[in-house]
C-alpha cells in the first residue's frame, strides 16, 4: 500500500506542471471586475483566490473534493459498528483527492497515534496561563507554542529547494493534526475538569480518543464528534480562518505559525465564535419563555432580538443563501438520537419560524440556518455545557482542511500573498471619471 506522501506526490507534482502550462496559456484571463463597495466591503464575493480542498455552492452549500456531506457520511470508512465517517479519512480526501480504503485511513489513524502525545512543555505554557483564558486563546497558544518543533522551518534555516518545501510541511501537519485533540483536551481539563488527567488510548481512532481524552465514553458522543469533525473540516478558501491561514502561511512561516493564526480568526464572534453565542441566546430563549416556549411567544422574542437590533445567531451566511447541509447533518444526527431533547426541539421550532421572519425583516440576504446553529444543542445534550469550549472543537476539525492546503500551497510554490491597497484620497483621483 502507498502512504498518504505517496499518494499525495502522486497527485500534487503532475498538477505543479498543469498549473505552470494553464497559467502559461491562460494566465491574462480576466475572471472577475471589481467594484469600488467589494474593496470597501469585505471583498465580498470576489474571486481570486485558488483553493483545492473544497468549493462552496451558495445554494447546494459545500462539496469537500466535489463530495457532498450526504455522500461522504456513504462513501467513507467508517468506525467499526459506527455509521459517521472518520474524520482520518476525511482529511485522507481532502489531501489526494480521493476517498481511502479502510486500510488507508488506519494507516492516518495510526500515525496520528504514534505522534499524538502531548509535549511536557506545551502544558507547562498552558498550565501559566490565568484558568479564566478563553480556550480559543489558550488553544491558539497551544498550537504557536509548538513551533519550535517545526520541521521546515528547522529545514528552510539549513536550506532546502523550494520544491521541496512541501516534504517538511507535511511532516508538520501530521504532527500538529496528531496533537491537537490533546492541546484541546488539555485546555477542556484544565479550564473546567479541575486539571484531571485523562491518558489517551490507543485502541481508539482519532475522533473517540479526543472525546474519551475529554472524558466522554458514550459511542453516540463519539458518533457526534466524528461527524462534527467532518462537517467543520473546510468552507473553501475566503473564509476568516482559512484565509488568515494561508496569508499568514504564503510569508513561509511555518503550519504552527499559520494554524495559530488562523484559529485566532475562527474565535472571532462573526465567524467560529458563533456558536457559543448561538446556544447562550437558545438558553436565554428557555429562560425568559419558561422551557419548551409556544410559536407565538417564541416570535415575539425574535422580532425583539432584532428590533433590538441583535442577530439571530447562527442564521445568515456570507454565501449562503439556503439551509446550510452541515445544519442538516446535525439534524439529522439529532432526529436519530435525541429526538426527544427539550433544547433540539425549540431549536426545531427556531428552525420553522426564524427564516420567515428574517425575511419580513427584510436585512439578511440569507434567512436559513449555519452550521452553528445546530452544534451546540447537540453537544449539551451529552453533557458538554461549557459554552466558551465550542470553537476549540470547530478549531480542530477546521485545522484539517486549511492544513491540507497549506501542504498543496507548498507542493505547488504558491508565492506570498500581496494584494494592492489604496486610500481614499487614490480612490477618488483614480478610480472616478471626472466631469
Ligand atoms: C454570518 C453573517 C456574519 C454574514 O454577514 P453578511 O454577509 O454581512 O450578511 P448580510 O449581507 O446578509 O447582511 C446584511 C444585513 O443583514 C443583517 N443580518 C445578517 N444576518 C442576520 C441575522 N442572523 N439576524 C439579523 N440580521 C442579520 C446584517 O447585520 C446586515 O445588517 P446591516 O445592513 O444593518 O449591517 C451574518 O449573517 C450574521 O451576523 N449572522 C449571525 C452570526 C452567525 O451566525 N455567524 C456564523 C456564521 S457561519
Excluded at 490565568?130 to 521546515?152: E, K
Excluded at 539549513?158 to 493534526?177: H, N, P
Aim: hydrophobic share 40%; glycine share 8%; net charge negative.
Amino acid at each position: 500500500m502507498k502512504t498518504l506522501k505517496q499518494r499525495f506526490a502522486e497527485k500534487m507534482l503532475p498538477m505543479r506542471d498543469e498549473v505552470k502550462g494553464f497559467l502559461q496559456e491562460h494566465g491574462d484571463t480576466v475572471i472577475h471586475e471589481v467594484t469600488l463597495q467589494q474593496a470597501f466591503g469585505g471583498m465580498r464575493g470576489i474571486k481570486c483566490m485558488a483553493w483545492e480542498p473544497s468549493l462552496l455552492d451558495p445554494l447546494e452549500g459545500i462539496r469537500f473534493r466535489g463530495y457532498t456531506i450526504p455522500e461522504l457520511q456513504q462513501k467513507l470508512p467508517k468506525a467499526p459498528g459506527g455509521n459517521e465517517p472518520l474524520p482520518e479519512a476525511l482529511f485522507f480526501l481532502l489531501m489526494t483527492g480521493d476517498i481511502p480504503t479502510d486500510e488507508e485511513t488506519a494507516e492516518i489513524t495510526a500515525e496520528w497515534k504514534k505522534r499524538g502525545e502531548l509535549p511536557d512543555y506545551v502544558a507547562q505554557v498552558l498550565d501559566s496561563l490565568p484558568l479564566d483564558t478563553h480556550p480559543m486563546t489558550q488553544f491558539s497558544i497551544g498550537i504557536l507554542c509548538q513551533q519550535r518543533d517545526s520541521v521546515f522551518a528547522a529545514q528552510y534555516r539549513e536550506g532546502i529547494k523550494k520544491t521541496d518545501y512541501w516534504e517538511s510541511t507535511l511532516e508538520d501537519v501530521m504532527t500538529l493534526l496528531a496533537r491537537l485533540p490533546a492541546v484541546a483536551a488539555k485546555v477542556y481539563n484544565r479550564t473546567y475538569k479541575n486539571d484531571r488527567k485523562i491518558a489517551p488510548d490507543p485502541k481508539l481512532d482519532w475522533g473517540a480518543n479526543f472525546a474519551h481524552m475529554m472524558g466522554y465514553n458514550k459511542e453516540e458522543f463519539r458518533e457526534l464528534l466524528r461527524l462534527y469533525l467532518v462537517i467543520h473540516a473546510d468552507h473553501e478558501g475566503g473564509n476568516v480562518s482559512a484565509h488568515t491561514t494561508r496569508l499568514v502561511g504564503s510569508a513561509l512561516s511555518d503550519a504552527y505559525y499559520s494554524l495559530s493564526g488562523g484559529m485566532n480568526g475562527l474565535a472571532g464572534p462573526l465567524h467560529g465564535l458563533a456558536n457559543q453565542e448561538v446556544l447562550r441566546w437558545i438558553m436565554e430563549v428557555k429562560e425568559k419563555l419558561g422551557g419548551t416556549p409556544t410559536k407565538e411567544d417564541l416570535v415575539k422574542f425574535l422580532w425583539d432580538t432584532l428590533n433590538s437590533g441583535q442577530v439571530i445567531p447562527g442564521y445568515g451566511h456570507a454565501v449562503l443563501r439556503k439551509t446550510d447541509p452541515r445544519y442538516m447533518a446535525q439534524r439529522e444526527f439529532a432526529l436519530k438520537h435525541l429526538p426527544d431533547d427539550e433544547i433540539f426541539k425549540v431549536v426545531s421550532m427556531i428552525f420553522e419560524v426564524a427564516p420567515g421572519i428574517l425575511e419580513k425583516h427584510g436585512k439578511a440576504k440569507n434567512p436559513w440556518p449555519n452550521v452553528d446553529a445546530h452544534s451546540g444543542c447537540l453537544l449539551v445534550h451529552y453533557g458538554m455545557t461549557e459554552y466558551d469550549f465550542y470553537t476549540v472543537l470547530f478549531g480542530c476539525s477546521r485545522a484539517m482542511g486549511v492544513l491540507t492546503s497549506l501542504v498543496w500551497d507548498r507542493g505547488l510554490g504558491a508565492p506570498i500573498e500581496r494584494p494592492k491597497s489604496f486610500t481614499l484620497q487614490f480612490a477618488k483621483e483614480n478610480f472616478i471619471k471626472k466631469g
